[in-house]
């Protein structure tokens, strides 16, 4: 059974940066898509940024374009959020996914239903 767990998370002040890391753990791990979720307080679990994992295309949402960039690594079945001049709103759990159903290259999976494996989840709370 594989495990996604997810570190990096913790207090960064408004305008600092953070760089979330997700690990996958256990057996053999054949992703074809991983993406970044986060959930503030009160508020649905919205969609942050994916990496297609074979050919590394990358997809953020608007509200973090420029600040935020999502990165995978294949041989060591990792994928990463590195979070520069992060906003108090950035502040939630942070959930990294996995899909394993056949890719379509051409579409961003960015719906929860989409993923099939999650993590436990990690806080980020950005102070102004």
């Known amino acids: 059974q594989v495990r996604l767990v997810e570190s990096g998370g913790g207090l960064v002040q408004a305008g600092g940066s953070l760089i979330l890391s997700c690990a996958a753990v256990?057996?053999?791990?054949?992703?074809?898509?991983m993406a970044w979720f986060r959930q503030a307080a009160g508020k649905e679990r919205e969609f942050v940024a994916s990496?297609?994992?074979?050919?590394?295309?990358?997809y953020v949402i608007d509200s973090v374009k420029g600040r935020f960039t999502i990165s995978r690594d294949s041989a060591e079945n990792t994928v990463e959020l590195q979070m520069a001049t992060v906003k108090p709103e950035d502040t939630a759990v942070y959930y990294c996914?996995?899909?394993?159903?056949?890719?379509?290259?051409?579409?961003?999976?960015?719906?929860?239903?989409?993923?099939?494996?999650w993590g436990q989840g990690i806080q980020v709370t950005v102070f102004s």
């Open positions: 996914a996995a899909r394993s159903e056949r890719d379509l290259p051409t579409v961003v999976f960015n719906s929860e239903r989409d993923y099939v494996k």
């Open positions: 256990g057996r053999t791990f054949s992703p074809t898509s």
């Open positions: 990496v297609k994992w074979i050919s590394g295309r990358t």
